[in-house]
């Protein structure tokens, strides 16, 4: 996929006022292995969570999933750019009083066909270690956030909000259809072109993931989880003018399957929508889809506005 300067991590930042009001309200978690996560994870925790008047109270994480938007095998380039964003976005944890988690997964340039930020077919059949199932490692990153803050007397749902934009839009989209148990709401932007359509078949095509879940198991070892995917409200935006396609790019999709949504779907991110938003009408899933227009590969104010709206009417 071409690099880009992506937006979604600043999404919420506006002025110094957004910026975390001590260093000490972001923790880096080291990574554990033996406790299911290989990567550091950061996590900012707004001071009115923490105070006791509030403390027993059950409060929310929104995972943003990192998308450093380049290719670096140096581990040091991720994290800095997560650092750097989580600070930024300190400012609308705040506000919404949620705690903010985000992992410091690879995006590797020698393996760069395995596409880690948009949690890509490669990154959930890959036999390296290293790279699999970064899904699964996110959980253990978040129960592990849980177990480290119940010690401090601070309650946090097992249920997580998100919310992606390009990479980690198809990152936000693909964890929810695997682990739609663990996700309260999800917000999810520009999806690479086609967010995955909750069907095995369309026309007589089996759709693969992550066009569809024809082999959904053999990806992920069990079957998607309709009935509770259907629970999870999804919010999912585009601007009408985003030409910002991961389907023509080799790290994202097998020309086969860019064949398959050409013809089935149309040859743009924009052409797709309907047919993507009439499946998962069809589907019965709570998705609410918007398009805005004269709006290219960013993210507006009006789409900052409706983020914050959507994923406040799921805080605890």
Partial sequence: MRNVLLFLFILFSTTGASLAQNSADIIKVEAKPEKGFSYPYYLYMPPEIRDAKVAKRTHTILVIPNNTG???????????????????????????????????????????????????????????????????????????????????????????????????????????FLHPERVKAAAIGSPGGWAIAPTAVYKEKTLRYPIGIEDFKTVSGKKLNLNE?????????????????????????????????FALFGKTPVERWESSKNLYKQAKLNAEFKLYPNVEHTITKEMRDDIMNFLSKYVK
């Fill in 70 to 176: 380049k290719l670096a095998d140096d581990l040091n380039v991720h994290e800095t750019d997560v650092k750097k964003r989580i600070t930024q976005n300190a400012g609308f944890a705040n506000q919404m009083k949620v705690a903010v988690l985000t992992p410091v997964f690879p995006r590797s340039e020698t393996d760069w066909q395995i596409y880690t930020h948009a949690l890509d077919r490669d990154t959930m059949t890959t036999a390296k270690k290293e790279y699999a199932r970064l899904d699964l490692q996110l959980i253990a990153m978040i129960d592990d956030a849980r177990e480290k803050w119940a010690k401090e007397k601070v309650k946090l749902d097992k249920k997580v909000l998100l919310t992606g934009f390009s990479a980690s839009g198809m990152f936000a989209n693909r964890f929810a």
């Fill in 229 to 261: 995917l259907r629970k999870v409200p999804l919010f999912i935006f585009l601007g009408d003018k985003d030409e910002n396609d991961s389907v023509i790019f080799g790290d994202s999709y097998e020309d086969s399957d860019k064949d398959l949504i």
